[in-house]
């Protein structure tokens, strides 16, 4: 007969219940083991990760606090540096973010290579603002521990949030190969692809993150707008719902849907649904931007422009207590620009640019045309739209650095056109229309002389109208007020009068809105032609063209070309009294 097996311990059946998630047992076989000797620092531990679990993060940090101060000097540091990275943890959760830090950095002072304590203090500084120190300690991590999963996540994050997307693809490509089937991996690549205007290969991650979970709002929202983008506008407005169903607050997937269909008095629950919103509880700021500017859309639809201007001054408003905008210093880049780019220079510097007409660029101010110009070309089957390329930009702060010396330009042609073959291989030419271009096109012409240039002319007051009703990021800090947009609008035009004096002629065409949905054929094959190509008339089922359309225009540029955006202005005419003096502008 075998002898008994002793009792185990109390904190040995805490130990063994916490594993099993049996948690209020757990909780008191470990209270047991406190009272049983007070001075056990694994029983407070434990009472820690117990909080932890229920969500009780105030007691943990106490309970981690009482471990540390009874550890012995024998103590093994592993144990040491893990309730310190769990005080940490603690403490995080309550807001304590310096103290959060301390707390991971005693962590490492203990064990220096700890994976996961590293991973955490990134994350929290990352949300304290410090990306860079946070990226040296995912990478360090990882260095531990290539396939931590929780670290390459974080990674791919810091990544997307820097604007570095395809480093972010990367990212989240790692974590699924280190664990196949990761929601937040598959959701977040999809969403980095959109980003990257690769929706169909976004399309298939987003669906695979909603088949393991189906109601994650924020992946059926990006793939609402992935769908969007691709042309599939029903397809996209059900995405949206589905999106709303799973959490009837979130306003991202309310704007979504109004930018993809056009509302008529049928759509009478959803309004009375989104208006119940802003009049009901109080509203984050994002959320009453997001709701503000989709009502704005849902009576501008209906016709109702008294209603539509109230909610659009206020999401403007909202909008423009984030936003900076110094007309100054714009006027003095202007000044700039149109003081260096003489004739003089402009002839010595073309020597040494590209002969490759493969560019085109497509330039104007946010909605006057270009989306709808870079649809009409982009359907000839010898051009490819490149879309916002952010390329030529990011060339030019080189090319400053470099003080433009022949041998920096000739390689930011090539490096720019290696950029567009990769892009469309085979391609006769290639669109480029990222909105400021417009700033660019001196150095444009040095480096690309044949390249063709197309400026897109709205009605200023349609096309200023017409930006302040989008919801733009940082990237238009002009468009919440009237009087910056109008500001902005002028100074563009300086420049843009500037660049028509000292570019030859031949290598800018403009292209009127107003004409061009007023004699769509005759424009468009004004514009083929100009591009060096032959007429096909493919172009004006632009339409109907499959591939992705990344901007607010996406819509707009899959119907038949209409006019009801020509003079919309006059519908808000008293309230828009800074925009008006732009057409006694024209006039003078």
């Not at 990882?142 to 570095?164: K, S």
């Not at 709701?291 to 408003?317: C, T, V």
């Not at 044949?450 to 800090?477: G, K, N, Y």
């Amino acid at each position: 007969m075998n002898p008994a097996l002793p009792d185990p311990s109390p904190l040995q059946s805490a130990a063994h219940l916490f594993k099993d998630g049996r948690l209020r047992e757990a909780e008191a076989a470990c209270r047991a083991a406190v009272e049983n000797d007070p001075d056990n620092p694994a029983a407070w531990h434990l009472l820690g990760r117990l909080a932890m679990r229920e969500g009780a993060a105030g007691k943990a940090a106490g309970f981690f606090s009482r471990a540390l101060a009874r550890y012995g000097a024998d103590t093994r540091p592993e144990r040491l540096a893990e309730t310190s990275k769990s005080l940490g943890d603690a403490l995080r959760a309550t807001g304590q973010l310096d103290a959060a830090e301390a707390g991971y950095r005693r962590a490492l002072a203990f064990m220096p290579r700890y994976p996961e304590a590293l991973n955490n203090l990134g994350a929290l500084l990352r949300q304290m603002g410090r990306p860079e120190e946070a990226l040296a300690c995912f990478d360090s991590a990882l260095a531990q521990a290539p396939e931590l999963t929780a670290a390459l996540l974080n990674l791919a994050r810091l990544h997307h949030a820097q604007g570095r997307l395809e480093a972010a693809a990367d990212g989240y490509r790692r974590a699924l190969a280190t664990e196949p089937g990761l929601v937040e991996a598959e959701a977040g690549l999809g969403r980095v692809l959109r980003a990257l205007g690769r929706g169909a290969e976004a399309e298939p991650h987003l669906r695979r993150a909603l088949a393991l979970k189906p109601g994650l709002a924020t992946a059926q929202a990006d793939l609402g707008q992935v769908l969007d983008e691709l042309g599939r506008h029903e397809e996209a407005a059900a995405a949206f719902e589905a999106a709303i169903r799973a959490r009837p607050d979130f306003t991202r997937a309310y704007l979504g849907l109004v930018r993809c269909k056009r509302f008529s008095a049928d759509d009478g629950e959803l309004l009375e649904r989104v208006e119940g919103f802003v009049r009901g509880a109080q509203l984050a700021e994002d959320d009453a931007i997001n709701l503000h500017y989709a009502l704005g859309k849902i009576r501008d639809d209906l016709g109702e422009y008294d209603r539509a201007w109230r909610h659009y001054a206020e999401a403007n408003r909202l909008q423009h207590l984030s936003m900076s905008y110094d007309g100054a210093e714009h006027a003095r880049l202007i000044d700039r620009l149109i003081q260096s780019f003489t004739p003089e220079f402009i002839a010595r510097g073309r020597a040494a640019g590209s002969d490759s007409e493969v560019p085109v660029f497509i330039v104007g101010m946010a909605r006057s045309g270009t989306t709808l110009v870079e649809q009409i070309l982009s359907s000839h089957p010898e051009v490819e739209a490149g879309g916002e390329l952010r390329v030529m930009h990011q060339e030019i702060m080189e090319l400053d650095r470099r003080r433009y010396a022949p041998e920096a330009m000739r390689a930011a042609a090539e490096r720019y056109l290696a950029q567009l073959r990769a892009d469309a291989p085979g391609a006769r030419r290639v669109t480029d229309k990222w909105p400021y271009n417009h700033l660019h096109l001196g150095v444009i012409h040095l480096l690309f002389p044949r390249a063709r240039i197309l400026h897109c002319v709205r009605d200023p007051v349609d096309t200023c109208l017409s930006i302040h009703f989008q919801r733009f990021t940082e990237s238009h800090p002009y468009a919440c007020d009237l009087e910056d947009l109008a500001f902005f609008y002028r100074q563009y035009r300086r420049l843009m009068d500037h660049w028509r004096r000292v570019l030859p002629p031949e290598t800018l065409l403009e292209v009127r809105y107003e004409e061009l949905v007023a004699d769509p054929e005759r424009v468009s094959r004004e514009m083929v032609q100009f591009c060096g190509l032959d007429w096909d008339a493919a172009c004006l089922q632009f339409h109907s063209k499959a591939g992705a359309v990344r901007t607010p225009s996406s819509w707009q540029v899959r119907q038949p070309i209409y006019t009801r955006s020509v003079q919309r202005w006059r519908n808000y005419e008293p309230y828009i009294g800074p925009l008006l003096g732009l057409r006694d502008d024209d006039r003078a």
